[in-house]
């Protein structure tokens, strides 16, 4: 929330679902703001500790209105000291983001390359089919997991092992498993609503495993009555056909960007 002030202001817990609710408009044209939102709101039923829509160094940044002034002059107000990755940010406001970068000498590590944002709506997730082949099989990812899945993740930093504990244990997940236990592909359902951390072990590509764990956590998100959307860069061809042979179709696009830190300073969580 902005006052005339122009002074950022927490907004409390009990309020978030006002403002996830502003999102309903024009439905479904604003659902990954929507998603986000009740995310937290059903993360901070679990752990009332989460007392504000801030996520250690994860930024989501959103707006309804069509001029976007009110949107950058809260991003003025922004300590970018820190460093902050900036996810499922809309085209739309690519010029405002980066023009605020330029007026406050902000430097990037991930520099926001475009992707395709995909979905699949419930009802045609249901009908997906998700058997798996002999000798391998689906289930829930557990705690332990994110340890093998933060290993190998591209974009695996300091505290990125914490951030998949707490979507492995609080989210939709699925892991394709071989007869010994070995994890052999996974996702996990981000945030934002979207597909997360979907990979493959190295040894076993082009069998079809990341299409089968695809689905798989598609019919898992449908359980707590979401669609099955996420991003794709849009140079990745592979991934790109994966997701269009699925069904899923292209419904916008957004980016991801990650600013570097200005000087040494702490992020707070519990961990």
């Known amino acids: 929330m902005m006052l005339n002030s122009d002074e950022l202001t927490p907004i409390a817990p009990r309020h978030w679902p ?7 408009v024009d439905w479904p044209r604003h659902e990954i703001a929507h998603s ?3 995310n937290y709101i059903n993360w901070n039923a679990i752990d009332p500790r989460i007392k504000q829509l801030e996520d250690r160094y994860y930024m989501f ?3 309804l209105e069509e001029s976007k002034h009110t949107i950058h002059r809260v991003l003025l107000l922004i300590d ?6 900036i996810s499922h940010v809309p085209e739309s406001l690519r010029p405002i983001l980066y023009k605020v970068f330029q007026m406050r000498s902000v430097e990037l590590q991930i520099t926001g390359r475009p992707t395709n944002l995909y ?3 419930m009802e045609k997730c ?17 705690l332990h997991h994110a340890t093998q899945i933060n290993t190998v993740w591209p974009h695996r930093c300091e505290g990125s092992e914490y951030t998949l504990k707490r979507l492995i ?3 939709p997940s699925m892991g394709l498993f071989d007869e010994s236990g070995r994890l052999l592909a996974w996702s996990l359902c981000w945030t934002t609503g979207t597909l997360a951390a979907l990979q493959v072990d190295a040894e076993h ?3 079809g495993f990341g299409s089968l764990v695809v689905r798989a956590v598609a019919k898992e998100m449908t359980k707590v009555g979401m669609n099955c959307q996420a991003i794709v860069h849009c140079a990745n061809e592979i991934s790109n056909a994966m997701f269009t042979k699925l069904g899923f179709e292209v419904v916008g696009s957004c980016f991801v960007v990650r600013t570097k830190a200005r000087k040494l300073v702490e992020y707070v969580h519990e961990s």
């Open 205 to 207: 590509l082009r069998k």
């Open 80 to 85: 970018w000291d820190y460093s902050y990755k």
């Open 126 to 142: 249901l009908t997906l089919d998700c058997t798996a082949p002999p000798g391998v099989t689906l289930h829930k990812l557990e």
């Open 18 to 24: 006002e403002l996830r609710d502003l999102f309903k």
């Open 119 to 121: 979905k699949l709506p």
């Open 61 to 63: 940044i959103y707006t």
């Open 36 to 38: 986000t939102v009740q």
């Open 169 to 171: 244990a609080w989210n």
